[in-house]
Nanobody
Framework: QVRLVESGGGSVQAGGSLRLSCAAS????????MAWFRKAPGKEREGVAS???????KYAGSVKGRFTISGDSAKTALFLQMSSLTPEDSAMYYC?????????????????????WGQGTQVTVSS
C-alpha cells in the first residue's frame, strides 16, 4: 500500500503561481509513475503531468510550458510548480501513483492506470 497526502493548494489571482506537494509513504519502491490529476466541477478528471522512475516527464497540452512536475528518486515526494495560472486551472488536484505490478503504462495520464490516490488539494484561480 502507498499513502499519498497533498498540500499547497489555495487561492491565487490569474497570472500567479502555486506549488503543490505530495508526500508518499508505504511501499513506494513498488511504484512506477507518479502523476498529478485535476477535477473541476462538471468536468471529467484530467491528467495534468506525470513522472517516472528515471525522471522522464509528460504533460497535458493545456499546461505544457506553465507547469513543472518534479520529485525525488525514492518516490516519496512529488511536486507540481504551477505558473501563469488562469481561472481554467481551478480544480481539485490529486496526486496518484502507479503500482509496478498493475500493468499500467509508464507516464500515462489516464486515471484508470493509477492505483493509489490522495485526498486532493483545492486550487482556485480568480480573474
Amino acid at each position: 500500500q502507498v499513502r499519498l497526502v497533498e498540500s499547497g493548494g489555495g487561492s491565487v489571482q490569474a497570472g500567479g503561481s502555486l506549488r503543490l506537494s505530495c508526500a508518499a509513504s508505504g511501499n513506494t519502491g513498488n511504484t512506477v509513475s507518479m502523476a498529478w490529476f485535476r477535477k473541476a466541477p462538471g468536468k471529467e478528471r484530467e491528467g495534468v503531468a506525470s513522472r517516472e522512475s528515471f525522471g522522464y516527464t509528460k504533460y497535458a497540452g493545456s499546461v505544457k510550458g506553465r507547469f513543472t512536475i518534479s520529485g525525488d528518486s525514492a518516490k516519496t515526494a512529488l511536486f507540481l510548480q504551477m505558473s501563469s495560472l488562469t481561472p481554467e486551472d481551478s480544480a481539485m488536484y490529486y496526486c496518484a501513483a502507479q503500482r509496478r505490478t498493475s500493468g499500467g503504462r509508464a507516464l500515462s495520464l489516464m486515471s484508470a492506470e493509477y492505483d493509489y490516490w490522495g485526498q486532493g488539494t483545492q486550487v482556485t484561480v480568480s480573474s
